[in-house]
Structures are given as structure tokens and as C-alpha cells.
């Protein structure tokens, strides 16, 4: 039997790395294409988008007040900047596609039949939180913001200072409304079980109500309207383990 030479071995390690390397270059060139391409077609409604965008609080200013721009390149560069977010927000199902396509071909049967409806969960639910925010939380938090502003205080805000916390808000909600991904994930890797899961309902709860404090604007209605999602996103979780860790749900 012939001796594997050492250097053969070596390098065919490295043409491997090297052709992997090859393929991760290819697919971020292609995620940042679609970026790119999605970016240039959203450019010339920047500025509609950044209307919508501000709905939520101009429709409960008061009379007579309106946002400001306080940098001389704020009205231009703000809504290229909600452009380029819009933009990553569209193509990100493009950009997961080709992280998938890198990653898959070194995973196991099972761990694919694991990791694409959490990958796919992962994403609705992100653009669920995000939905919920725009449509449920800013206007209920505005509402409340522009109610309690002092008297002879003219409520006008930045609207630099004003996409940064609606962006904020966005990425908060949309990383709360992961709680069904991050319990099956700890489940999976064996961490917890059904019935440890079963019996951290009460801590789950406090935490949902201890993190919507942190995170929402400074009045209750906004901290209830994230903290009871998390609670019933916990339970999906827990469901969510008995569908696609029957195993571990029976152990």
C-alpha cells in the first residue's frame, strides 16, 4: 500500500480553502449586487419613503409643528440613508439565500432539516416585529410623547434623530419577536427541554416585561403592547420545539 504523501495532502487543503473562499466571494458579490440594484430603484422615492416613514408622528403633532433638519445635508442625506435601510430590508431573503447556499453543502440531513424553517421563521418574524412597531407601537408611543410634552415646549424633532429611533425601535422589535428561534436553538443544542421550558414561564414572563421596559419608549401601553407578544412567542417556542425536536420534546 502506498504512503499518502504529505504534500499532496497539503495541498489539496489548500486548493480546498482556497475554492471556498472563491464561492464566499461569489456569493457576497451577488448579495451586495441585489443590495445595490434594489438601493438604485428605491433612490428616487427617498424622499416618499421618508414621508411614510414619518407618518406615525406627524399625523399627532400638534398643530403647527413639523420636523426640522438642523445639519445643512440633512435633507438630502437622511432619506439615502432610509434608502439604503429600506434597500437591505427588501434584499435580505437574497442575502439569506446566498449565506444558505455557502453554508448548506457542510451540514448534516438533519441539521438542514433544522436550520431551513428556522432560517425562514427567523426572517418573518423579524419583518413581523418590524411591521408590528411601525403600525401598533410608534403611534401608541407618539401619542403618549406628544400628550405629555411640557407646556410652551414646541414638540419638533430632528428627523436625523428621528430615523435613528425609528431604525432602532425596528431592529429591537424585530430581535424580540426571535424568541420562538432562540428557544428551539437552545433546545436544540440541549440546554433546555420541554419541561424546563414548561417550568421558566413565570421567569419568561418577568423577562418579556423587564425587557419591554428597557427597550420601548416611557409609557405602559408601549411596554404591554412588546411584553405580551414575547409571552405568547415564548409559547410558540415551546410548540415550536414539540414539532421539530420530537426527540428531545419526548426525553
Not at 406627524?58 to 409643528?65: E, K
Not at 433546555?192 to 428597557?214: Q, S
Request: charged residues 15%.
Amino acid at each position: 500500500m502506498a504512503a499518502t504523501d504529505p504534500d499532496d495532502s497539503g495541498d489539496d487543503l489548500q486548493q480546498g480553502l482556497f475554492s471556498h473562499l472563491i464561492e464566499l466571494r461569489s456569493r457576497l458579490l451577488k448579495a451586495i449586487a441585489c443590495v445595490l440594484v434594489v438601493l438604485v430603484a428605491l433612490v428616487p422615492f427617498a424622499n416618499r419613503l421618508y414621508s411614510e416613514l414619518a407618518a406615525p408622528l406627524v399625523a399627532r403633532l400638534p398643530q403647527g409643528a413639523h420636523l426640522i433638519a438642523t445639519e445643512v445635508a440633512s435633507p438630502f442625506v437622511t432619506p439615502l440613508k432610509l434608502a439604503f435601510y429600506a434597500a437591505l430590508f427588501i434584499s435580505m431573503p437574497v442575502v439569506l439565500y446566498q449565506l444558505w447556499a455557502f453554508v448548506s453543502p457542510g451540514l448534516y440531513r438533519h441539521e438542514k432539516r433544522l436550520a431551513r424553517p428556522l432560517l425562514v421563521a427567523a426572517l418573518a418574524l423579524f419583518y413581523c416585529g418590524c411591521a408590528f412597531a411601525y403600525f401598533l407601537v410608534l403611534p401608541a408611543a407618539f401619542r403618549f410623547l406628544t400628550a405629555v410634552t411640557p407646556a410652551g415646549v414646541e414638540m419638533m424633532t430632528d428627523i436625523t434623530h428621528y430615523l435613528d429611533f425609528v431604525m432602532l425601535m425596528f431592529f429591537a422589535f424585530g430581535l424580540c419577536f426571535e424568541v420562538p428561534v432562540a428557544v428551539v436553538i437552545l433546545a436544540a443544542v440541549g440546554i433546555v427541554d420541554i419541561a424546563k421550558l414548561r417550568n421558566a414561564r413565570r421567569y419568561a414572563i418577568v423577562g418579556a416585561f423587564a425587557v419591554a421596559a428597557l427597550i420601548t419608549p416611557p409609557d405602559i401601553t408601549s411596554m404591554i403592547m412588546l411584553a405580551i407578544p414575547m409571552c405568547l412567542l415564548y409559547e410558540l417556542g415551546i410548540v415550536a420545539v414539540r414539532w421539530l425536536l420530537p426527540k428531545k420534546a419526548a426525553d
